[in-house]
Every structure is written in C-alpha cells, then in structure tokens.
C-alpha cells in the first residue's frame, strides 16, 4: 500500500527557519516525482514543485522559485520542504504529493495528510 | 504564467448532471486532471488524461478537454459529491491548479 506520512503541525514565528517532511512506503521512491501543495486557509490550491528522488532533478512554479527549497534524501525515502526565513503569510497546510508520468504529462495519484504550518508573532 | 480558470460555485439536485468547467488558453492541447476535495480532507484525483477514472472512482465521473475548455461531469450526483472541485494541467514542466469550484448538492 502506497503511503505518503507527514511531519506534525508546526507554530513558528516570522523570521524562523523551518523543513517539513514526507516519508514514502510502498512503493519504489527513487522512481516516481513527488512534489508540495501549498493551501492557505479557506483557499485553492497551489503547486510548488517537484522533486525526482532518484537523480534530485528538482522543479519550482515562478510563484514559488526561491521562496523556498524542495529536497529529498533517498536513503530514509523522505521528501523536503524548507524556508530558510517564515513570513506570516506562510501559514497553510502543506501536502506531499507522489506524481506520475507518461508521455501524456503528470498527475497526482496519492497526497499525504498535510502539515499545518502557522506562523505568527 | 498560465492560468486556469473555473467558477466559483456550482449547484445541482440530487440524481442531475453536475457540469464544471476549467478554461485556459489552448487547454486542449494538454491533458487535464480532475481532483475532488472535502472539507478536512487531502484531495483526490478523479480523473486524468482528460477521461480517464483511477481505479475506484465511481462511472458517474467524467471528463473531455478540447479547445480552452476542460469539464467535468458527475452525472446522477449524490450527496457524497458535494465538494471542491480542481482542475490541474501541465505548463512548461510544472503544474497548475485551476481556482476551485465548490459543487453543492441541493
């Protein structure tokens, strides 16, 4: 069975430096892209980026490109996200998110339960 | 960058058609991919490559794409249906969500 485990909720204050993580079982890690969903309270979502585990070829959306830093250490099948410095308006739910791809293009077939981030003074 | 968009809300009675529409330029060009989201909930995906349902996603589910437009249709809607709606395509190798649709079952 695919799973997609999530970090716990975090409280940080602005300015704070945070990574957040999602550990894959159930499937072959290094081979399948896994990315981050940004949803800020009460709207859409948003698509961050993926990662490819296997050769850490990494892609960001032009709303997100250095705002923060998607990773993924293939040894212990965990995925990243990290802010080296939180505004206020960082506070959503975060999902993990296993892609995958043919030639057609991506989808997203299984989503982790979502990290709560809240940052506030 | 590219956008989609879709309307805000759709309502429709129990056992009719549900309609929702994702637009965006050339759409058709690209596959489009459907998820469901309830309240609480982490999404799901309903459909991909424009009509195709994953496994246990109900026949009721479908979906075309051509010119700008994607649609998704829930045909013979239930109560269980009721949820946010997104679509999502492909540009220049990263993804985008369409803005959501909140489908009410009345």
């Known amino acids: 069975e695919v799973q997609l485990v999530q970090s716990g909720a975090e409280v940080k204050k602005p300015g704070e430096s945070l990574k957040i993580s999602c550990k894959g079982s159930?499937?072959?890690?290094?081979?399948?892209?896994i990315g981050w969903v940004r949803q800020m309270p009460g709207k859409g979502l948003e698509w961050m980026g993926i990662?490819?585990?296997?050769?850490?070829?990494?892609r960001y959306s032009p709303s997100f490109q250095g705002q923060v830093t998607i990773s993924a250490d293939k040894s212990i099948s965990t995925a990243y996200l990290q802010w080296s410095s939180l505004k206020a308006s960082d506070t959503a739910v975060y999902y993990c998110?296993?892609?995958?791809?043919?030639?057609?293009?991506?989808?997203?077939?299984?989503w982790g339960q979502g990290t709560l981030v809240t940052v506030s003074s | 960058s590219y956008e989609l968009t879709q309307p805000p809300s759709v309502s429709v009675s129990p056992g009719q058609t549900a309609s929702i529409t994702c637009s965006g330029d050339?759409?058709?060009?690209?596959?489009a991919c459907w998820y469901q989201q309830k309240p609480g909930q982490s999404p799901v995906l309903v459909i991909y490559?424009?009509?195709k349902r994953p496994s246990g996603i109900p026949e009721r589910f479908s979906g075309s794409n051509s010119g700008n437009t994607a649609t998704l249709s829930i045909s013979g809607t239930q109560a269980m249906d009721e949820a946010d709606y997104y679509c999502?395509?492909?540009?220049?190798?990263?993804?985008?969500f369409g803005t959501g649709t909140k489908v009410t079952v009345l």
């Open positions: 998110a296993r892609h995958q791809y043919d030639s057609s293009g991506y989808w997203i077939d299984y």
């Open positions: 159930g499937y072959s890690f290094t081979t399948y892209w």
């Open positions: 990662i490819y585990p296997g050769d850490s070829d990494t």
């Open positions: 050339k759409l058709g060009d690209k596959y």
């Open positions: 490559h424009d009509t």
């Open positions: 999502q395509a492909w540009d220049s190798s990263t993804g985008v």
